[in-house]
């Protein structure tokens, strides 16, 4: 094709509409694959719950108005909640009596959690999530993952790998 | 307490509840064929058995029988998964290109196809200016085959 054939015209119009489509669609490499959605509760009132624990007590979130939570979603098939537990239990002996702590049994059978949970020790409540209805009410795409919520029962802040003491310590001294 | 109340309030089903177990189990695979299950790969919830979308399908379920809407569903689960929770993304923000582009390249496509008509269509009949040398040519070559001279 001669120079003096090219329609510019074409050419133009067709860069106007591939260029933007090309843009978008390239943009899309720079995304992960594998990462996970973020939370948009974050903020937001945390969804109400009333759960039973593992040996058989009740409580609901909304009796707990005014006390700090922390919530944390584990199992004890999951390799990294057993490297978070030692740090939540010396977070829940440091903020006793002004933080509420509860682990939330997730994906798990009662008996092995039970058993975990005299293993490895337990200084809060456990609770049991039929169905995972309270773990989906909160966004939890898997274990472990910690959420905190403030007095006036808005989630403040979540993390989804294990935390360490330090950052339970960082993340509870900005609600208290 | 203010805040609780208000999300409780904000959520009232808006929908008849479902009570028919055939009618419930349908629209729940319904809904949950619409969104990606968060720990797949390209998968969706209705499809995936893995307790994530185990619990969501739960989540469906309990909604439906409640009476919420398909929206209110959805709803909460962007909420909780922002859109990325949805398979067929929402035609908002740089998504609108990707819907229209079918529409444009069609377009362009028509607009090429046209301007190469027409350009052919002068060259065989002489209208729209001078032609290139090599243009004459083959006009005078075809036109002897048509003896059309």
Sequence with gaps: ?176 | MIALIALALAAEPACTPLDDDQAVTERTLELAAGLRCPVCQGMSVAASSTEVAVGMKNQIEKMVREGYCEEQIIDYFIERYTTWVLLEPPAEGSNVLIYLAPALVLMLGLIVVALQNRRRLASVTGEGGPLLPDEAVLRQRLLDELDLD
């Design chain 1, 1 to 176: 094709m001669s120079a003096e054939r090219v329609n510019w015209w074409v050419l133009g119009l067709g860069a106007l509409v591939c260029l933007p489509l090309v843009w978008v669609l390239a943009s899309g490499f720079g995304k992960d694959p594998h990462a996970l959605p973020e939370n948009s509760l974050r903020g937001k009132a945390a969804p109400d719950w009333t759960l039973s624990s593992l040996d058989g007590q009740e409580t609901a979130l909304s009796e707990l108005v005014g006390t700090p939570v922390v919530l944390n979603f584990w199992a004890s098939w999951c390799r990294p909640c057993l490297s978070e537990h030692p740090n939540l239990l010396e977070a829940a002996e440091r903020y006793k009596g002004r933080v509420a702590f509860f682990g939330v049994a997730y994906d798990d059978d009662r008996n092995s959690a039970l058993k975990w949970l005299a293993t490895h020790g337990s200084r809060y409540p456990n609770l049991w999530d039929p169905g995972h209805l309270t773990a989906v009410d909160y966004g939890v795409t898997g274990v472990p993952e910690t959420y905190f919520i403030d007095r006036a029962g808005r989630i403040a802040d979540k993390v989804a790998v294990p935390l360490s003491f330090p950052q339970i310590v960082e993340k509870l001294e900005a609600m208290l």
